[in-house]
């Protein structure tokens, strides 16, 4: 069971964050939100991550607000600054993990899967990435740009990330190999508190495959 605690930004700021310990000498990652906020769902996942064996940091990036619609979502999520959330809140997550872990690697959801690609391009010394149903702007972050392990989790009936926007991404990344799987199944696919579009299956076969992932690429 994770628990609040505060991280130090770059600029001396503090920002709040669950923080889930999956004990001394572990890899980490850093948990990044959906548009929702940091949630019963997200901190549960970053309890199940760390079960799993990484220690898990998700910040705050909402600072204590948490949206119960999408219009509040969209309102939240249009109100945060991507920039400062990439430079100085994940920055200052990323330097946390180093301190207390030997590989930190950096994953995401919806909004959080857009910043999962910022963090990938803009801070040096994460691990890997894996990005679930979210892509940024290419003039915040061009995925190009992206020269570590990167893993892609896409829903085939997404009309905010779509398949364009992902044959976009995979155009992009030509060269780098990018570890890129499709599911038939809606956005949010993975989010067992939304029973509209969760898919059971989709999901288990995308826990999986990042578990793999992140057990290979953050076990030097």
């Known amino acids: 069971m994770g628990q609040m605690i505060e991280f130090q930004r770059p600029d001396g700021q503090s920002s709040p964050a669950w923080l889930a310990d999956a004990g001394p ?3 980490a ?3 990044i939100q959906e548009w929702w906020g940091l ?3 997200i901190r549960e996942l970053a309890d199940r991550f760390a079960a799993a064996g990484f220690t898990t940091l998700a910040p705050d990036l909402y600072r204590g607000r948490i949206a119960s619609s999408a219009d509040e979502a969209n309102h939240l999520m249009t109100g945060l600054d991507f920039a400062d959330a990439t430079h100085q809140d994940l920055a200052g997550a990323l330097r946390y993990l180093q ?3 030997p590989q930190v ?3 995401g959801f919806c909004m959080g899967g857009a910043l999962t690609i910022a963090a990938a391009v803009h801070l040096p010394g994460l691990s890997a990435a894996s990005c ?3 892509i940024p ?3 915040f972050a061009d995925p190009a740009r992206i020269a570590i392990p990167f893993q892609g989790h896409f829903a085939d009936r997404d009309d905010w990330c779509t398949p364009a926007a992902v044959d976009g991404l995979v155009s992009a990344m030509q060269g ?3 570890e890129i799987h499709r599911y038939p199944a809606d956005h949010a696919f993975f989010n067992d508190k939304r029973p509209e579009v969760y898919d059971a299956g989709c999901a288990a076969q995308a826990w999986e495959r990042t578990l793999r992932f992140f057990q290979d690429k953050l076990s030097g």
């Open 99 to 101: 301190a207390r872990a």
């Open 176 to 178: 780098k190999s990018p």
């Open 132 to 134: 679930f149903y979210g």
């Open 29 to 31: 990652l850093i948990l």
């Open 105 to 107: 690697g950096v994953t």
């Open 39 to 41: 949630n019963t769902h």
């Open 25 to 27: 000498g572990r890899p």
């Open 137 to 139: 702007p290419a003039e």
